[in-house]
């Protein structure tokens, strides 16, 4: 007996934010929420309890990728851009974890959102999309999995759960998403029937072995996933004393541009290989922040586009210029 498909992922526009610290506050996602050009908004990662963030420790910060000039604009720890971001601060970098909010109160953001239908043109009208990023151990992400799967049906909100495999900047473990084994276990974890979308989000793969890793766990395990979000993050790089600590953090922005769209392009060429996995859609995220951006992403497969930096330095409005470009 052929083995159930999960939920399809629908995002229509094709376009929303990334998991980002620009999506953390009920605010954020209210204007992210209410932009009539994206077909999807994305929570910041959670966890279950909340993570332990420090102002002083965790920040970001803007710099110019041509000159590698840091902004004159300050840090910040905030979902709050800071002023004085140059034209030039195309890129960022980062040593933030996941949010300090709990999942449950992530939850509550959504159930406080309203419920507004967006008007697609060919399309019709149709609700966007929510998609609550999460993350932590298998078992954690399990029943991350059951208390978003409940709250569906209590809300008029199409919901998604996306699983954060890939922040570079949590000290004790490598990025899971780059092992076929926690691969497995994170799957193994997750019900063979999910009642909502399910994706993975996967860290920027730079060698074919990180590749077969990931199309070797989703062979393996087909009926779980619905989307894959290729390089939603970024790897480690010293930038001296901008960042507190040791300096090290994720990078982000116009730089991993050409990286990410190699992972996107690699990844659903690897995934139309395999027929129990066509029916995984694949996010395109890293270094968009115009219709050019967008056009390459899709170019190489990318079902769907997602806006980091960019959101961070520009706001909601980055995603009126986006559609309005690509309607020239």
Not at 21 to 30: K, Q, R
Not at 135 to 149: D, F, H, K, W
Not at 280 to 303: C, L, N, T, W
């Amino acid at each position: 007996m052929d083995t159930p498909l999960p939920p399809e992922l629908e995002i229509s526009p094709p376009l929303l934010n990334s998991a980002n610290p620009w999506c953390t506050t009920f605010e954020d996602l209210e204007r992210l929420h209410a932009s009539p050009h994206t077909g999807a908004l994305t929570t910041r990662t959670s966890l279950l309890g909340g993570f332990a963030h420090d102002d002083a420790s965790h920040q970001y910060a803007f710099f110019n990728p041509s000159t590698a000039e840091p902004s004159r604009a300050p840090n910040s720890s905030t979902p709050r851009s800071p002023p004085g971001i140059g034209a030039g601060d195309v890129a960022s970098f980062n040593n933030l974890g996941y949010s300090p909010l709990p999942l449950e109160t992530y939850l509550d953001f959504v159930g406080r959102l309203p419920d507004r239908e967006i008007e697609i043109e060919g399309l019709g009208r149709h609700r966007k999309l929510v998609i609550v990023s999460v993350t932590g151990s298998p078992a954690e992400v399990a029943e991350c999995y059951r208390l978003i799967a409940r709250f569906s049906r209590t809300t008029p909100h199409p919901l998604a759960m996306e699983v954060n495999l890939s922040c570079p900047n949590i000290a004790t473990a490598a990025p899971p998403a780059s092992d076929r084994a926690q691969l497995l276990a994170y799957l193994a974890a997750l019900p063979r029937d999910p009642e909502i979308p399910v994706g993975m989000k996967t860290p920027p793969y730079t060698h074919v072995a990180h590749y077969a890793e990931l199309i070797g766990a989703l062979r393996q395990d087909a009926a779980v996933a619905s989307s894959a979000s290729a390089l939603k993050g970024a790897g480690n790089g010293e930038w001296g004393p901008r960042l507190p600590g040791s300096g090290l953090g994720g990078m982000a922005g116009a730089p991993l541009h050409p990286l990410a769209l190699g992972n996107v392009k690699t990844i659903t060429e690897l995934l139309s290989r395999e027929p129990e996995l066509s029916h995984i859609k694949v996010i395109g995220v890293g270094g968009v922040s115009d219709a050019d951006g967008f056009r390459r992403m899709k170019s190489v497969g990318a079902y769907a586009v997602g806006v980091g930096t960019a959101l961070g330095r520009e706001g909601v409005e980055v995603f009126e210029k986006i559609a309005s470009q690509l309607n020239k």
